[in-house]
């Protein structure tokens, strides 16, 4: 599903089930997006440079990923499967499967072990 106000680079590669039910989002070219993510409004996913070089890689999103809002997610980097980013983060180094990050910069506040995913909206 996608919203208005939604800029998507040429060279982005999007998993099927992508849900970005508000707009305001900008993905960059040269982002690889998995499958069943979410991504909330005022989220720019994308390079961490101000020019256009076709060698450059912008980030890997895992599976079931969500990405919160006002989330800047930059560089060469990699989100594993299960992460959730948080409200206005800016992640510019990889994040684990199954972490929650926060903050500026990004680091990991929780991780989900053994015992389970952690609870929050839409995990219960």
Do not use: W
């Not at 998993?15 to 993905?27: E, K, T, Y």
């Amino acid at each position: 599903m996608l919203a208005a106000a939604v800029s998507i680079g040429d060279y982005a590669n999007i998993g099927p089930g992508l849900l970005m039910a508000h707009g305001n989002v900008v993905i960059d070219g040269h982002v690889r997006i998995g499958p069943l993510c979410s991504i909330s409004p005022f989220v720019t996913v994308g390079l961490n440079t101000g020019g256009p070089d076709p060698s450059l890689t912008g980030p890997t999103i895992g599976r079931n990923v969500f990405i919160g809002t006002g989330a800047k997610v930059l560089g060469p980097i990699t989100i594993g499967d299960n992460a959730r980013i948080g409200a206005n983060a800016v992640v510019m180094t990889d994040i684990p499967a199954n972490c929650t990050a926060v903050g500026v910069p990004a680091r990991v506040l929780e991780h989900d072990g053994p015992l389970g995913p952690a609870k929050g909206p839409g995990r219960q």
